[in-house]
C-alpha cells in the first residue's frame, strides 16, 4: 500500500475506487464509481441547482477524497483479511455515498453571502446528512439505503453518540466505523496537513464568530499556534482513543501486510506530528 495516489486529482482517487472494487466483487458492474464521483463533483463544484461551490478552505474536495481514498483502502485491506460480517457490494457503494458526500454540509445555499461555509462547522454533519438524504431520494434510494448513508455520516461527528444512531445492521455500523475511521487519518496523514493546520484554525474561528458559542470545540483554541501546540495531544489522547476504543480498531485493516505490518497512514501521521514538534 502507498501513499502516493493524487488527492487533488478526483480522476486518480476515482481509478483506486474502481480498481478496489473490482479486486473485492471481480464479476460486478463498477460503473456506479464514476457515477457517484461525478454526482459529489457537480455538487463541490457549484453545479447544484440550489448550492454554491464550496468556499471552505480546509474542508474542500480534496479533504473528502483523502478520506475516500483511505476508506476505500480499509475496506479493501477488511475484504482480504476475510472479517466477517462480509461487506456486500450495496454496502459497498452505500459507503462510498457516504464518504462521498460526508462534507456536503459545509456548502452554502445559493444567495448566502455572509462568510465561507465554514460558519457551519459545528452543525455540518447533521446538514450532510439532510443534504445527502435529500439528494439520494431524488435519485432514486431506497428510504433504508438512504437511512443507511445518513448513519454513516452521523458517525463522524465530533461527539458523535454512536450508540444512539439507528444501524439497520451490524455491517452498517462496521462500514460507518470505517467512514469514521478514514475521515480522521485521511486528512492527518496529507503532506500538507501541518501547512493547513491554520486553515483549520481560520475555520473553527469563523465558526466560533458565527454560532457565538464558547462552549463548543471550535472555541477551544485562541491561536493557530495554539491549535498547532495542541495538535499532538490531540492525536495521542483523543484520536487513537476514538480510534481503538470508539471505532472498534479497524484501522489495523490498513496495516500492510495485514496483521501485524505497519500502518502507513500512521506513520505518515507520527511524520507529521514530528514536523509539528520541530516548528514548537
Known amino acids: 500500500m502507498h501513499l502516493t495516489v493524487v488527492t487533488r486529482d478526483p480522476a486518480a482517487v476515482q481509478a483506486e475506487v474502481k480498481a478496489a472494487f473490482l479486486a473485492m466483487f471481480p464479476n460486478a458492474d463498477p460503473a456506479f464509481v464514476g457515477r457517484f464521483f461525478g454526482w459529489a463533483i457537480d455538487c ?112 463522524t461527528g465530533v461527539s458523535a453518540a454512536l450508540d444512539a444512531i439507528p444501524f439497520q445492521s451490524e455491517i452498517e455500523k462496521i462500514a460507518g466505523l470505517c467512514l469514521a475511521t478514514s475521515d480522521l487519518l485521511g486528512q492527518m496523514a496529507a503532506e500538507d496537513y501541518v501547512d493547513k493546520l491554520p486553515v483549520l484554525f481560520a475555520e473553527f474561528a469563523e465558526a466560533a464568530s458565527y454560532t457565538k458559542d464558547q462552549t463548543s470545540f471550535v472555541a477551544g483554541f485562541s491561536s493557530a499556534e495554539d491549535l498547532i501546540r495542541k495538535t499532538p495531544d490531540f492525536w495521542e489522547k483523543i484520536v487513537r482513543v476514538k480510534l481503538d476504543r470508539d471505532f472498534a480498531g479497524v484501522h489495523v485493516f490498513l496495516n500492510d501486510p495485514y496483521p501485524s505490518g505497519p500502518n502507513p497512514y500512521f506513520e505518515r501521521i507520527e511524520a507529521n506530528l514530528a514536523r509539528v514538534r520541530e516548528r514548537l
Open 44 to 155: 463541490f463544484s457549484g453545479n447544484h441547482r440550489d448550492y454554491q461551490a464550496v468556499d471552505a478552505r480546509y474542508h474542500d474536495f480534496e479533504h473528502t477524497l483523502q478520506g475516500t481514498l483511505c476508506l476505500t483502502r480499509l475496506l479493501r485491506g477488511r475484504h482480504s483479511a476475510g472479517a466477517e460480517p462480509r461487506l456486500s457490494e450495496r454496502m459497498f457503494q452505500l459507503a462510498l455515498a457516504a464518504i462521498l458526500f460526508h462534507d456536503t454540509g459545509y456548502l452554502k445555499k445559493r444567495g448566502d453571502a455572509e462568510g465561507t461555509g465554514a460558519k457551519y462547522t459545528v452543525t455540518h454533519v447533521n446538514r450532510s446528512a439532510q443534504f445527502t438524504g435529500q439528494f439520494l431520494s431524488e435519485k432514486g434510494f431506497r428510504p433504508s439505503d438512504v437511512q443507511a448513508v445518513q448513519n454513516m455520516i452521523s458517525c
